[in-house]
């Protein structure tokens, strides 16, 4: 077994193969870019080395300076983890030419499977059955959308080095082909250095089932059963389970038996993933993932493996820990993906500190997987996942309720999350049913709707919990009982009291506080009022109910985590009220912080409402940002390669002449 490994990665998956390795008795040694400094996983590494800049390809992608790393720590072995270079031949055979051992399969086989075209071919040849589509080399956009026309509409645009969703996009007619197609291959030549993709028929109602398989160095070669991941956004999975629901064990025998047959066809070592997408009784082959999937939890938790040692060990050269026959399955496991994002903006990448985290209590029913803590901060550059939130039970209808109660329990503030449409899936009935597809989300958009921007009594009152504790009563030294002193809005005559007004979203609402004593206070809101007290940090009673909450302040601004929901609520001014940064019809921001990755305005140029200026990119995603108004380009304030914040000026216009 290894002495020294290093983990070629950052984030969860950095801790997670960490944690195995500790428990294995094999030292760590992490790598780093400059925006990764103080990250957990370089905490938690025996030794961390930095790499490079923040964006990944100045980093995490470049083989050479992690080999280098590798050889400076005394590595006997590179761990890639998922994404960056977990998929790269090159990098494979780099790590063999430097007499390291690569953690993953030879780099035939990821040649092999690397390339979707490629391994339909593969698999074409190999009689396994595959959606009908065009997956061969020539990539001439006016061929491409001839062979979309062949196929017929609606048509997936597909990555054909990708992964992760990422160069994925689904186009219903030929007016939309291209700009699509210009889009998936900007998001592939981001993502994977290749911008080649490949096209396929659209299934309208299938679901996306994998078959875990693993196989060492000795002939031997056995599949872990199957995961659904139908819960889909942009193609790019949000909640994963094992077994899958419905699943029979014909079924399940023959998909496992074509997933080792296709791992048998390219020599395949270690840990793989053959996806499959299924429709009636029919499944295709779909695509090979060369390396651990993110969702491999509840494979682990259903089987009782630790799938990383399983890695490990076959990387060593030992045979694999159990036979076909000795891998059973128990219960059912859940895991939601927890993502720094929007999804009623369109899934937008929000970035920020975390200035609040609080997760969910671990134990048997429930694990975590996370690479961050309270106080770092999600950046434009990396995956915008915060966490894996897993949850097993004896079967399906006890995992789902270890998740929804998990869910419920986990706060977070500074950025926005996707955590309120992870609780309104797994209470949604026709998700407890187990009727799941990777349209799923698409008929249900009432799922990905915003938080209400009128937060209840709850949230304005633990707001003004907070400022009441934090402001409390400031004496001036020696009279300690100096009028000018006390701050409970004393008033000459009649009851003391403090008007305020609160915004929340774009709602402002007039507040009266009556401050009592004991930390007790009245909130009168419109005609409705209410008696709290805050007996102690983290609970508040009102109307004479006992709360949990949880405050995160960020100036006048509070965040309410409380009943699985939150709120943000301002405390404005009246005297100086914020100006607001200007952005009407005639001005286009940035909707997020990100970089622009290209320009099409030109100042003087007239253009019409709907004409794409520029494409701004985030976390591996790039955003179409268009023209707001007919008129002319007064204005362009950015230029290609620019990092912008979020509501900075991009363009401004002027009407026509």
Same mark, same amino acid.
């Given at each position: 077994m290894f002495r020294t490994i290093l983990i070629a990665n950052r984030g969860e998956i950095a801790c997670r193969v960490i944690r195995t390795a500790r428990r294995m008795g094999i030292r760590t040694v992490a790598v780093f870019s400059e925006a990764d400094r103080d990250a957990l996983h370089v905490r938690m590494a025996d030794e961390a080395w930095y790499i490079g800049r923040a964006p990944a390809r100045e980093s995490y992608l470049l083989g050479d300076a992690i080999i280098a790393a590798a050889k400076r720590a005394g590595a006997e072995a590179i761990h890639p983890g998922y994404g960056f270079l977990s998929e790269n031949a090159e990098f494979a055979g780099a790590c063999m030419a430097d007499g390291i051992v690569f953690i993953g399969p030879p780099p035939a086989a990821i040649r092999?499977? #690397? !390339?979707?075209s490629a391994a339909k071919?593969?698999?074409e040849k190999a009689g396994v059955k595959l959606v009908p589509g065009y997956h061969g080399a020539e990539q001439d956009p006016g061929f491409l959308q001839a062979q979309a026309e062949t196929i017929g509409y609606p048509v997936l645009i597909k990555a054909s080095a990708g992964g992760g969703g990422k160069g994925m996009r689904v186009v219903e007619n030929p007016v939309d082909f291209a700009a699509a197609l210009e889009v998936a291959q900007g998001e592939a030549r981001a993502s994977f250095g290749d911008d080649r993709v490949l096209i396929e028929r659209y299934l309208t109602r299938p679901r996306h089932i994998e078959i875990q398989v693993f196989a060492d160095t000795h002939g031997n070669i056995v599949h872990l059963f199957e995961r659904d991941c139908s819960i889909q956004r942009r193609h790019q999975k949000v909640i994963e389970e094992a077994p899958a629901p419905g699943m029979d064990a014909a079924r399940r025998a023959a998909m496992g038996q074509a997933a080792c047959e296709a791992a048998r066809a390219i020599g395949y070592v270690g840990a793989g993933t053959v996806e499959f997408i299924a429709e009636g009784d029919d499944f295709f082959f779909m695509e090979m993932n060369t390396r651990l999937q993110v969702e491999h939890p509840v494979t682990e938790m259903i089987t009782g493996q630790d799938l990383v040692e399983w890695q490990l060990r076959v990387a060593a050269g030992e045979e694999? %820990? !159990? /036979? $076909? $026959? $000795?891998? !059973?399955? +128990?219960g059912h496991a859940i895991e939601a993906r927890v993502y720094a994002e929007d999804p009623a903006r369109d899934w937008m990448p929000s970035t920020g500190v975390l200035n609040h985290l609080r997760p969910p209590q671990t134990g048997p029913h429930i694990r975590l997987d996370t690479g961050v803590r309270a106080g770092d901060a999600i950046s434009v550059h990396y995956d915008p996942m915060i966490a894996k939130l897993i949850a097993w039970g004896e079967d399906r209808d006890a995992a789902l309720r270890h998740l929804a109660t998990a869910l419920d329990d986990y706060e977070v503030a500074g950025v926005r999350t996707n955590l309120p449409l992870l609780r309104r899936i797994a209470v949604e009935p026709e998700f407890q049913a187990g009727a799941v597809d990777t349209g799923f989300l698409g008929r249900h958009p009432r799922l990905l709707a915003a938080t209400e921007d009128t937060p209840p009594a709850l949230a304005f009152a633990a707001a003004l919990a907070t400022l009441l504790a934090e402001g409390g009563v400031a004496n001036p030294p020696g009279d300690p009982h100096s009028p000018w002193g006390l701050a409970n809005a004393w008033r000459l005559n009649g009851a003391g009291y403090q008007d305020l007004l609160l915004r929340a979203g774009a709602e402002a609402h007039e507040a009266r506080v009556f %401050? #009592? +004593? #004991? #930390?007790?206070? +009245?909130? $009168?809101l419109g005609r409705a009022r209410h008696e709290i007290l805050r007996p102690e940090p983290g609970t508040l009673i009102l109307d004479g109910v006992r709360r949990r909450i949880a405050v995160a302040r960020s100036g006048d601004a509070f965040t309410v985590l409380a009943d699985g929901g939150s709120w943000t609520v301002e405390l404005v001014d009246k005297l100086h009220p914020k100006t607001e940064d200007r952005a009407g019809g005639d001005l286009l921001t940035a909707p997020m912080p990100g970089r622009v990755v290209r320009l099409l305005a030109e100042p003087g140029s007239e253009? +019409? /409402?709907g004409a794409v200026m520029l494409v701004l990119e985030a976390m591996k995603v790039q955003m179409r940002l268009t023209a707001p108004c007919d008129g002319v380009v007064e204005a362009v304030r950015v230029a290609e390669g620019d990092l912008v914040e979020e509501g900075a000026e991009l363009i401004r216009f002027r009407p026509p002449d």
């Open positions: 092999a499977m #690397g !390339s979707k071919a593969l698999m694999l %820990p !159990s /036979r $076909q $026959q $000795q891998i !059973s399955l +128990t %401050p #009592g +004593t #004991g #930390g007790a206070f +009245t909130l $009168q253009v +019409t /409402r």
